[in-house]
Nanobody, 125 residues
Framework: QVQVVESGGGSVQAGGSLRLSCAAWGYMYSRRCTGWFRQAPGKEREWVSSIVSTDGSTFYTDSVKGRFTISQDNAKNTVYLEMNSLKPEDSAIYYC??????????????????WGQGTQVTVSS
């Protein structure tokens, strides 16, 4: 059974850093896109960043460019989201999502068909 599992959330003060991990299990094919979404209370789930497994192409939403870095370790089937200069508005539940068999990344929820359970990130001012 294909699944992704997040870890690494927590609480930090503004300006601090956290690293999220997304471990993938059960994939038969190495081609896939892995993305991070986040959802704050009372808000829609929004796309944050994605990475293509085959060539490492990365994509970011404007609000995190220059602060967040997505990376991957294909040998470990793990994608990371390094979050620096965190702001209170980054507080949310962060979800890892993936879709196998593709070499492109979308920004919509429907572009992904496997989702993790989420990990809480809280940034205090």
């Amino acid at each position: 059974q294909v699944q992704v599992v997040e870890s690494g959330g927590g609480s930090v003060q503004a300006g601090g850093s956290l690293r999220l991990s997304c471990a993938a299990w059960g994939y038969m094919y190495s081609r896939r896109c892995t993305g991070w979404f986040r959802q704050a209370p009372g808000k829609e789930r929004e796309w944050v960043s994605s990475i293509v497994s085959t060539d490492g192409s990365t994509f970011y939403t404007d609000s995190v460019k220059g602060r967040f870095t997505i990376s991957q370790d294909n040998a470990k089937n793990t994608v990371y989201l390094e979050m620096n200069s965190l702001k209170p508005e980054d507080s949310a539940i962060y979800y890892c999502a993936a879709r196998a068999g593709i070499t492109w990344c979308g920004r919509g929820r429907d572009d992904y068909n496997v989702w993790g359970q989420g990990t809480q990130v809280t940034v205090s001012s």
